[in-house]
């Protein structure tokens, strides 16, 4: 089945310095790509629509120059948080389609900013 | 309203019982339903997909659709102290992923 890879699993990062997270596609290629946000004990929240190729599509309320999005080729979205503040730690997943048009999800990657 | 409605639990059952998982929604556009199981600390993977209305079922896992009470149900058989994880309905209007919307979740405990 489809498998979407992300790293890393779990980063501690100062406060004020930039994270970067990455999404692959290992069995297929994803022209589109979606980041979430989860806080402890609550549903996913979409920050985000990564198109290989040109710019992503932020949910409203995201700030799109803290949180860039680059989808450079068909298996790699990266999400690269800049100037990270506390506030900032979460639990970040990706997201791409796989066959059938369904949503097939990455391990998640732990934040923590301190 | 929201679009997605799904009761949080958490939902405790002994080993063996059946589990019943809901979710009702509010847009009748919507043709694709996902559940989604998610450990903690882990991402969600994808337990069953349908579309439209109808039952699916693979192995302990049932999933049925009834559009026409905007309902979607997930049934584990035989449920065992494994299947405890949170369990996430998801659904969309169209293809590509687009816009798909996320219960909440409910957390189930299987006791053993």
């Known amino acids: 089945g489809a498998v979407v890879s992300q790293h890393p699993s779990r980063v501690i990062c100062k406060s004020g310095t930039s994270v970067k997270i990455e999404c692959r596609s290992l069995?297929?290629?994803?022209?589109?790509m979606f980041w979430y946000r989860q806080f402890p004990k609550q549903s996913l929240m979409l920050m985000a629509t990564?198109?290989?190729?040109?710019?992503?599509?932020?949910e409203q309320g995201v700030e799109k120059d803290k949180f860039l999005i680059n989808h450079a080729s068909l298996t790699l979205s990266t999400l690269t948080v800049t100037s990270a503040h506390p506030e900032d730690s979460s639990f970040y997943i990706c997201?791409?389609?796989?066959?059938?048009?369904?949503?097939?999800f990455g391990e998640g990657s732990w934040l923590t900013v301190v | 309203q929201k679009e997605v409605e799904q009761d949080p639990g958490p939902l405790s059952v002994p080993e063996g019982a059946i589990v019943s998982l809901n979710c009702t929604y509010s847009?009748?556009?919507?043709?694709?339903f996902m559940w989604y199981r998610q450990y903690s600390r882990k991402g969600p993977e994808l337990l069953m997909y349908?579309?439209?209305?109808g039952n699916k079922e693979d192995g302990r896992f049932t999933a049925q659709v009834d559009k026409s009470s905007k309902y979607i149900s997930l049934f584990i058989r035989d449920s065992q102290p494994s299947d405890s994880a949170t369990y996430l309905c998801?659904?969309?209007?169209?293809?590509?992923?687009?816009?798909?919307?996320f219960g909440a979740g409910t957390r189930l405990f299987v006791k053993a």
């Open positions: 997201s791409a389609n796989g066959a059938g048009n369904t949503i097939y």
């Open positions: 069995d297929f290629q994803a022209t589109t």
């Open positions: 990564s198109n290989e190729g040109s710019k992503a599509t932020y």
């Open positions: 847009n009748s556009a919507f043709q694709y």
């Open positions: 349908t579309y439209s209305s």
């Open positions: 998801a659904m969309s209007a169209d293809t590509g992923g687009f816009k798909t919307i």
